[in-house]
């Protein structure tokens, strides 16, 4: 299928407006990324004639809400080629589905002196969540550290592992440097020692084709609203088995097959872990953003945002002083940079008059920061409805914005 | 010259700047030329810290008035800061601690307190406040 950047742009009514009389560049995606028409009259349709409680009414309106929903279930586990549909569970976003897994599994799985594997790339949510279930239950987090470059070191990886280690907890897209690891081997070889891997997806899954029997996690976590759906909808894949032997997560309606005093038994999966009403009308909506991105094509997507980003790092590449952070073989669309003496929030303040939106500071991985021994980085990274012109508006801006911080 | 008329002459000279490139240009003029703080309060115990920038504060009292320096890694904050030291530097505690500061915004500068921003200077105003108060239960 043909791409036209202009055309998708049009599908994008946040992107035509002006921020201080400049038009507005979007180079916060990783942050969150826009939504086109489709995803927000979706939600707008729910709310304007479907509305409905879901699995628990036998009137026609419930009815369809609940196929609604468990439609949007399958579109997702063939977005994820999942095995069954029941290995799909909805959740708030990537920090819940990775608390879900860290709270449950750690009930049945760790213990006092147990290991939980990491890397030295991760975002807080897939940090906090494992030091939480590591002080609950005595078990040592364990991180893998990266070179220079901010390429986890595999090696050092292979050394790390070892009996003790219960699980490994990777990210797939770093949000501050934008290497892709390779999770495939990753998970290859804590497979060979019997141990699961959750995969953090959420900067793989909006630039990257997923699938998950190819890379073969046990569970995936993703961000509806960092590919082009609503806040507050996520997704946690888990391999059957492993969500079949860890524990519910959250009580309440839904998750139950039958409540009594003494005793209440557990719905079946993915019921099991969906306790309390979901976000229907944030499930639908993700829905239209996956059918976006298939009638776009992720090849698509990821091509030009490939082209975006090398063209960003040549232009930016002539700027003296200019120090890449994140110089990974294996990239996704985003840079950080930092200036020699130029401090990141003097430049986003600069550029936000200027009418780049883009994100300055600790991106929520400070361990990241610490590395490189820096406050923070200038990162902008780039979605299917940007341009090339906005990147030389956007170069052009740092030049101004050097000038007045010189 | 009370905090407020200190406040009122702030807003004078910001009313001259025809647009924001201007009155940024000074803020970072501003940024640049506040007299460094001595080296040996840039230490961790006079820090606050933001998640985007961070901020020094050192606080004296002297003869019944509080004198504060102060210093941040970023520019932009410490042209900021230099406005609000010019304010809040040599007053009384109970004035200080009375302030509204509301030269900030109307010299359209507010984005910059706002807690999102994280940039030290919400903490700092605090503990500007916070200083004042100290010195006035010394009294
Ligand atoms: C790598 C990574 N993991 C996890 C998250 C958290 O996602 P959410 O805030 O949608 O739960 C983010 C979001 O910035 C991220 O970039």
Known sequence: ?406 | MSIKEKEQEIISEFEMFEDWLDKYNYIIELGKSVPEINPEYKEKQYLIKGCQSQVWLHAKMENGKVFFTADSDALITKGIVSLLIRVLSGQKPDDIINAELDFIEKIGLKEHLSPTRSNGLVNMIKQIKLYALAFKSKQ
């Open chain 1, 1 to 406: 299928m043909s791409f036209n950047v202009n055309l998708v742009r049009k599908e994008f009514p946040v992107l035509d407006q002006k921020i201080n009389k400049n038009d507005l560049v979007y180079f916060d995606n990783a942050a969150t990324t826009q939504k086109p028409k489709s995803v927000i009259n979706r939600i707008n349709d729910y709310y304007s004639f479907e509305n409905s409680n879901i699995h628990r009414g036998a009137h026609y309106l419930s009815q369809k809400a609940t196929e609604a929903y468990e439609a949007a279930r399958v579109k997702t586990q063939k977005f994820l080629n999942a095995k069954h549909s029941h290995e799909i569970v909805f959740t708030r976003g990537t920090t819940d589905a990775i608390n879900l897994v860290a709270s449950s599994f750690s009930k049945k799985y760790l213990k006092k002196n147990d290991e939980v594997i990491i890397s030295s790339m991760e975002h807080h949510s897939n940090i906090v969540p494992w030091q939480i279930a590591c002080e609950d239950t005595g078990a040592k987090l364990m991180v893998v550290p990266m070179n220079n470059n901010g390429e986890l070191i595999i090696e050092e990886y292979q050394k790390i592992i070892s009996e003790k280690t219960k699980i490994v907890a990777i990210t797939h897209v770093s949000n501050s440097l934008g290497t892709i690891n390779p999770v495939k081997e990753i998970i290859r070889i804590a497979h060979k020692n019997d141990i699961p891997v959750l995969i953090d997806g959420a900067q793989s899954a909006p630039h990257l084709k997923i699938d998950v029997q190819d890379i073969d996690c046990d569970f995936f976590c993703m961000s509806a609203h960092k590919m082009y759906g609503p806040m507050g909808t996520g997704v946690l894949y888990g391999k059957e088995e492993w969500l079949e032997k860890i524990p519910p997560y959250q009580g309440g309606g839904e998750m139950i097959k039958e409540v009594s005093f003494d005793k209440t038994t557990y719905n079946e999966l993915p019921y099991k872990f969906e306790a309390g009403t979901p976000n229907v009308a944030g499930v639908l909506g993700f829905e239209a953003a996956i059918n976006f991105i298939d009638q776009t094509g992720i090849e698509n997507i990821a091509n030009h945002e490939n082209m975006l980003l090398d063209y960003a790092i040549k232009e930016l590449k002539n700027f003296s002083n200019i120090k890449f952070i994140g110089l990974a073989k294996d990239r996704a669309s985003l840079v950080s940079f930092v200036f020699d003496n130029i401090h990141p929030y003097d430049v986003g303040t600069i550029l936000d008059k200027l009418g780049i939106a883009l994100r300055t500071g600790h991106h929520c991985a400070q361990p990241v920061m610490d590395f490189f021994n820096i406050p923070g980085t200038v990162r902008a990274s780039f979605s299917v409805y940007n341009t090339i012109d906005e990147i030389d508006v956007f170069i052009n801006a740092l030049h101004k914005t050097r000038e007045m911080l010189a």
